[in-house]
């Protein structure tokens, strides 16, 4: 047989009684952007941005962990990210979750501008979802430390699908999100009520439509297919 030492992969025919054997090798990775750089013209004078991308824990996964820009300015921005490994996310890595940004972090030189922050939970004892965002700003530090992040926006509860029920600011304004069409699209989105709240007015409706599941079906079984089309809105006759 025919042989190759760096062969990786072996491929045999069999054709008019005779067996043949062909060695080639198969070459496989990937490609990570490294590098860019754009140039624009403004009243006949050239603008260069480079930026510069890095990956510091391709052995775990290949988004960038830092991106760095060099402005026509002379200025330097970068932004760091960290995902679940970085910051052992048990619950993220575990569902092979491994390209959720959980920490975005925003430099102008060396002074750190803005932190942000995702947390995670698990709901329903299953999927784990942003539970909540929280976030600082800076001005003339190198860092800011963890204890300064200020709570954002809250989000209390999902749905099977992960579509988001309720959310609520730092200051307590809740806003609710009901979903229909087999829960692909937003039906109503309702301020300053709770999900419970919103289900508890749904209830004093009547009969055809009083609970969640009534109206979720209804929009479910909707052939109003041709809704925006001139002089066809509605159903076929």
């Known amino acids: 047989p025919k042989q190759q030492t760096n062969a990786l992969l072996a491929t045999q025919c069999s054709y008019n009684g005779l067996i043949d054997h062909f060695a080639y090798p198969l070459n496989s990775g990937v490609r990570l952007l490294t590098s860019k750089t754009i140039t624009t013209t403004e009243n006949g004078v050239n603008m260069t941005q480079n930026t510069i991308y890095d990956y510091d824990n391709k052995d775990f996964h290949y988004n960038p962990t830092r991106k760095i820009t060099d402005e026509s300015t002379g ?13 052992n996310v048990t619950g993220l890595l575990t569902a092979n979750r491994i ?35 929280s976030s600082a700003k800076a001005a003339g530090v190198t860092s800011i430390p963890p204890s300064a992040l200020e709570g954002r926006l809250k989000f209390h509860d999902y749905d099977f699908y992960g579509n988001i029920l309720e959310v609520s600011q730092n200051d307590g304004t809740s806003v609710s999100y009901i979903w229909g069409y087999y829960q692909s699209q937003p039906l109503a989105k309702i301020d300053n009520a709770t999900f419970a709240e919103v289900q508890a007015a749904i209830a004093q409706l009547p009969s055809a ?29």
């Open 99 to 133: 390209n959720e940004v959980i920490e975005t972090n925003y430099y102008k030189g060396s002074n750190h501008l803005y932190s942000f922050k995702n947390h995670f939970r698990s709901f329903n004892n299953s999927t784990y979802r942003v539970d909540s965002i």
């Open 209 to 237: 439509y009083n609970s969640l599941i009534k109206i979720q079906a209804l929009s479910s079984n909707d052939n109003s297919r041709t809704i925006g089309v001139t002089e066809s809105d509605g159903d076929e006759g």
């Open 75 to 87: 200025e330097t921005m970068e932004t760091r990210y960290k995902y679940p490994k970085e910051v």
